[in-house]
């Protein structure tokens, strides 16, 4: 009795920092919680969708979807949106020591870096003069989106941040699912927890198109593990219209396909050619280029002369960020300097690990990603750039601690 007595702060501890004990329905697995409770069982099964015609046919399926939503962690990805918006608008107060009046004024705070890029897009389209023609560089679904729900939210600000709350609740369902087929339900929920705590998830709340990117990338990657390769080609071609890392799709892609082919006994299946398809929205924006510029890598030009990217060893760019740790102002030492070779050393240890660890198509795409940041002449942007990397999720929610391995460590 004494060993157990004494083992409870501890368990309390770690609940606590996990997120438990404020969200237990969160890490409770549905099915566990239905089997404990009967009631819940009851509902569920009333809530399946039942072989129907017409509009009571189409009612029951739609409330069938909605009852296999998993709402207590979108209830979880609200409640982190809710709080990082919270205390950013804090932060800005105090830092600043400025009002913010209204509720358009806390999402105002956000709106700086490249997201005033998209709603420009969003508002005008790519322009060929101007400041504005510098904006080629960045893709187009994301702002398309943007500009098509701001004809109903009359706002294209509101309309960033609507597009990013719903692809940032995708993005953490589909990182569950996907989870799910290799990992314990423990471990698949504890990996939407690490995403969403990691230090650069709050790119997932804002106008950036990380989360639209995360959630089509997974959506691929789900899509190809359960052998839908039209669906996964199609939301890999809206990945790559979103971001060049959408190319990087093709190669893990056709790694997966390799690992289906050995696993079904070697035999060939032409589906396993749509994987090609993801490069169709990479071709949708050189078409674009092409129409504004007369030159579908016109892109490629304003990367070089603005952002100074372009493709070299990537040595070349580790160099540039080791010497602005000692040749820069302090601030830019830490931002261009220490913080970025951080997170470069970080994605290298998670690609090894990765190959180590996980399945050989995730380690392709940690590879593909890592390469693509690091061979540049200037390195930039790398920890929002880590935060596609969603197995290094997954490795991370396998070493979590748990109640049992802290009494032990202790």
Known sequence: MAGAAASEPGEVLVSALCGRVACRGFWETPARARKTNP????????????????VEGRRD???????????????????????????G?????????????????????W??????????????????????????????LYPWLVRLCAFVLQDRLLAAFFVSTVASVAAGLLLLRLARRDEAEATARASVFFLFIFPTSYFLHIGYTESLFLALALG????????????????????????????????ALAVEAFLQYREEGRRWRAEWLWVLFAGAGFACYLLINAYVFGNPFA???????????????????????WNAV?????????????????????????????????????????????????????????????????????????????????????
Not at 112 to 137: F, K, N, Q, S
Not at 237 to 244: E, P
Request: hydrophobic fraction near 50%.
């Open 299 to 321: 892109f490629l030009d304003a990367q070089d002369v603005y952002w100074y990217k372009s493709l070299t060893w990537p040595w070349v760019g580790l160099s540039e960020n």
């Open 61 to 87: 399926s739609d409330a069938g979807f909605l009852a296999r939503l998993d709402w207590p962690l979108v209830a979880f990805l609200l409640a982190v949106k809710a709080l990082v918006l919270l205390v």
């Open 89 to 109: 608008a804090q932060s800005f107060i105090l830092y600043r020591n400025q009002r913010l009046g209204s509720l358009f004024g806390w999402l105002e705070i």
């Open 111 to 140: 709106n700086r870096w490249d997201a005033p890029h998209y709603l420009d897009i969003a508002r005008d389209g790519y322009l060929a003069e101007g400041v504005e023609g510098r904006w080629i560089v960045f893709y187009p």
């Open 39 to 54: 009631e819940m069982k009851i509902r569920h099964e009333r809530s399946r969708p039942v072989a129907a015609k017409g």
């Open 220 to 251: 691929s990657f789900i899509a190809a593990r359960e052998g839908r390769w039209v669906l996964g080609g199609a939301l890999g071609a809206l990945a790559s219209l979103t971001r060049v890392n959408g190319l990087l799709l093709i190669p």
């Open 326 to 410: 000692w040749g820069r102002e302090p601030t830019e030492a830490q931002m261009v300097g220490w913080q970025e070779l951080f997170f470069v050393l970080l994605g290298f240890g998670g690609t090894i690990w990765c190959w180590a660890r996980l399945r050989a198509s995730y380690a392709v795409w940690m590879s593909c990603n890592w390469l693509l940041w690091t061979s540049t002449k200037f390195i930039l942007s790398v920890p929002r750039y880590t935060l596609i990397m969603f197995p290094l999720y997954i490795l991370f929610a396998r070493r979590r601690f748990s109640p049992r391995s802290l009494r032990q460590s202790f």
